[in-house]
């Protein structure tokens, strides 16, 4: 399976914390995307990052990618508790457009 | 920007019966659009891609005479659950990336199929 896994699967902090969730993949990539979900609800699009590039930003969002160790990381700083959901990384496995999502975080903010 | 739009949203269906779900690219073309399957607090299976014109392509595991996958034009593709049972119930979700565009895709908002 080309599916990546993420940690940890859930969090919960207080609103203001910052929230850090990882992303592991298997196979090298093109891109990874970062993508996050209402409960019941479709993907919104987040972040992209390719793979010559180590970091990126966007608002409150920090992104890193390290291929030698084929993981990223997703940073959400001043959380609000609009940003409870959950929060899919994603690969192409680079195969083109067809992803491939990570298991998932799930993340809870507390006002 | 570039909105994918599923329907129906959510479909109650009796076991042994058919199940169609569109997925539609509103403002751009599509040659190719995927097909995902979510179980409650799972991650997001590919389950087939479809390609305009042709037939899809399913992944392992994956019963193509089960999810029928038609993609007719550049802006429609549709999967259909045939025979539906309990076990089909999910969240299905259709992404269709934009021609001449970055890898971004876009997502349809999902479909919830219960079969009783």
């Known amino acids: 399976s080309q599916q990546g896994e993420e940690d940890p699967q859930a969090l919960s902090i207080q609103e203001g914390e910052n929230a850090t969730m990882n992303c592991s993949y298997k196979t090298s990539i093109n891109n990874l995307q970062w993508y996050r979900q209402n409960s019941g609800r479709g993907l919104v699009h987040l972040i992209l990052i390719r793979s010559n590039e180590r970091e990126k930003h966007s608002g409150r969002l920090r992104v890193t990618l390290d291929t030698s160790k084929k993981s990223s990381s997703l940073l959400i700083t001043a959380s609000r508790a609009a940003d409870t959901a959950s929060y899919f990384c994603a690969t192409d496995g680079n195969t083109g457009n067809q992803f491939y999502f990570g298991t998932g975080t799930s993340l809870t903010v507390i006002p | 920007g570039a909105v994918v739009s599923q329907h129906p949203s959510w479909v109650i269906c009796k076991s042994g019966t058919s199940v169609k779900i569109e997925c539609r690219s509103l403002d751009f073309q599509a040659t190719t659009m995927f097909w995902y399957r979510q179980f409650p607090k799972q991650s997001l299976m590919l389950m087939a891609t479809?390609?305009?014109?042709?037939?899809?392509?399913?992944e392992q595991g994956v019963e193509k005479d089960k999810f029928l996958i038609n993609h007719a034009s550049l802006t429609l593709s549709t999967l259909t659950v045939t025979s539906a049972h309990p076990e089909d119930s999910s969240f299905y979700i259709c992404?269709?990336?934009?021609?001449?565009?970055?890898?971004?895709?876009?997502f349809g908002q999902g479909t919830r199929l219960t079969v009783v």
């Open positions: 479809s390609n305009e014109g042709s037939k899809a392509t399913y």
């Open positions: 992404s269709a990336p934009p021609l001449r565009t970055g890898p971004e895709a876009f």
